[in-house]
């Protein structure tokens, strides 16, 4: 579920001579949607630069980590925490900013079962996957119908159970296919992200950040 933090084309003039995080971070997003990521990190890392607070930056740079070739989940896992460490008065939260920090901590806890997955002898494996797991039920508390979050908890609890057991062939088969299952899922969660973007970015009614 990797949203972007979509900008409003309105104003883009007012704020491109002004205000320079913003505009980078709308370079940003448009190398990121080309896939160009490296492009796209160096953009929003130089609207950080301008603001190390600003959230919209952050949160994209995580997406661009976890998208990148070479996949750079610890990256991710890192800029989605210092998005999420950002002071936030969650009372007062929008509908739309509950969303967007459960899927925040959603990404995180991809990043950290990827983590997991990478290998299993890891001394820090276990962590991950608990961290991971941590994450997921967290996302749940802001978005209790996110069915992607609910079932790759329910795999992290699998795992963990299994953790300490001998895996016997019956097993390891039966693993083999609830990570195919949340990869298609996370598929599927990424065409309809896209889906909305695009029609975020006709209607031009997005948050102007």
């Known amino acids: 579920m990797h949203y972007l933090y979509l900008l409003s084309l309105a104003g883009l003039l007012l704020f ?47 997406n661009t980590y976890y998208m990148s070739s070479d996949s750079n989940y610890l990256a991710a896992a890192e800029a989605y925490d210092k998005y999420l460490s950002v002071p936030q008065k969650q ?8 969303l967007l920090y459960a899927n925040a901590l959603y990404n995180r806890g991809n990043s950290f079962f990827n983590l997991s997955q990478m290998n299993t002898q890891d001394s820090n494996s276990g962590k991950y996957l608990q961290q991971a797991a941590k994450d997921y039920q967290k996302s749940l508390l802001f978005n209790s119908a996110d069915s992607n979050a609910k079932y790759n908890l329910a795999l992290c609890l699998w795992l963990m159970k299994n953790d300490n057991q001998n895996n016997n062939n019956d097993n ?21 992200a896209k889906s909305k973007q695009e029609k975020s970015q006709n209607s031009q009614n997005e948050k102007d950040w």
């Open 172 to 192: 390891s088969q039966q693993m083999k296919q609830m990570l195919e299952a949340m990869k298609i899922n996370e598929k599927k969660t990424l065409e309809k």
């Open 91 to 98: 009372a007062k939260m929008t509908q739309k900013d509950s």
């Open 16 to 62: 491109a001579s002004c205000d320079k995080k913003r505009q980078y971070a709308r370079e940003g997003n448009s190398a990121y949607n080309k896939k160009s990521y490296l492009k796209a990190e160096e953009k929003y890392n130089e609207a950080l630069k301008e603001d190390s607070l600003f959230m919209p930056a952050l949160y994209n740079l995580g």
